[in-house]
């Protein structure tokens, strides 16, 4: 059976999930939270750094900054897109202000900038702000998955 090691968004522990019960609303097996709240997780580096290289799923990540005007609009976009898209797609949000570093790290020149990972790499990635449709047909096409 197919299984998905999935970061709990609360506590940070690896858990194992068949791949067939993602949509069962699973919780960590260590603090006992949900595993997807149906929103974007506000990610520090260490929690992307986690998400990216210890979790399974896909990460979608927005880079964006509390005074930019197109992120804030997008915000809303980015969180719709988030209920749409879990349990197959990890949704996070990092704060460039707060984590420069990782903004500098992977080169992030404008904001905001959605980056896709999958198994430790990024696959994709596209400037400027999107609506939720967007987002999510932008995450399929670069999944693969239609």
Request: glycine residues 6%.
């Given at each position: 059976m197919a299984e998905e090691m999935i970061v709990c968004p609360a506590c940070r522990a690896l858990n194992r999930v068949p791949a067939s019960r993602l949509g069962d609303a699973p919780r960590c097996g260590k603090c006992g939270q949900p595993l997807f709240a149906g929103?974007?997780?506000?990610?520090?580096?260490?929690?992307?750094?986690?998400?990216?290289?210890?979790?399974?799923l896909p990460v979608l990540v927005d880079f964006w900054a509390p005074w930019c005007g197109p992120c804030r609009a997008m915000a809303p976009a980015f969180e719709a897109a988030?209920?749409?898209?879990?349990?197959?797609?990890?949704?996070?949000?990092?704060?460039?202000?707060?984590?420069?570093?990782?903004?500098?790290?992977?080169?992030?020149?404008?904001?905001?900038?959605?980056?896709?990972?999958?198994?430790?790499?990024?696959?994709?990635?596209?400037?400027?702000?999107?609506?939720?449709?967007?987002?999510?047909?932008?995450?399929?096409?670069?999944?693969?998955?239609g």
């Open positions: 929103r974007p997780v506000a990610a520090d580096a260490a929690l992307f750094d986690k998400l990216v290289s210890k979790g399974s988030a209920r749409a898209l879990e349990p197959h797609v990890r949704l996070a949000k990092v704060d460039t202000e707060v984590e420069q570093a990782l903004g500098a790290r992977f080169s992030i020149r404008s904001i905001p900038t959605l980056a896709l990972f999958r198994d430790g790499r990024e696959v994709a990635r596209q400037a400027g702000a999107m609506n939720e449709r967007a987002i999510i047909d932008w995450t399929r096409r670069a999944l693969g998955a």
